[in-house]
């Protein structure tokens, strides 16, 4: 996959999220087996890839302008502002970067 020039410089990582398809042979392997601490959401619900960038807003406006729409505006979550959104497979993507703005926050149109 090529990336335009922008964001190949802007995207530092990418964190994948799985399904699940034996929960409780997966929650063995990572609560008993791992340590890790259950989430309280809802789990293996599908798979989706977060991007962590330098700055996500930069590419939100990126992608406006090549017409691309978000599943919602920016919005900020664990000191990160949070650009959402879904291919055309229904995969979500997530990019993010690392803010100081308040928890919750939504960037203003």
Not at 27 to 41: I, N, Q, S
Not at 83 to 100: A, K, Q
């Amino acid at each position: 996959m090529t990336v335009a020039s922008t964001t190949s410089v802007n995207v530092k990582q990418a964190v994948p999220f799985f399904g699940v398809t034996n929960m409780e042979g997966s929650l063995r392997f990572y609560v008993d087996g791992l340590g890790f601490a259950p989430p309280k959401e809802t789990l293996g619900t599908g798979t989706s890839v977060c991007f962590m960038c330098e700055d996500a807003l930069a590419l939100y406006r990126e992608f406006k302008s090549h017409g691309i729409q978000t599943r919602q505006r920016p919005f900020v979550g664990n000191r990160l502002w949070v650009v959402p959104l879904t291919d055309p497979d229904g995969y979500r993507i997530d990019f993010e970067s690392p803010t100081d703005a308040p928890e919750e926050s939504e960037l203003a149109e």
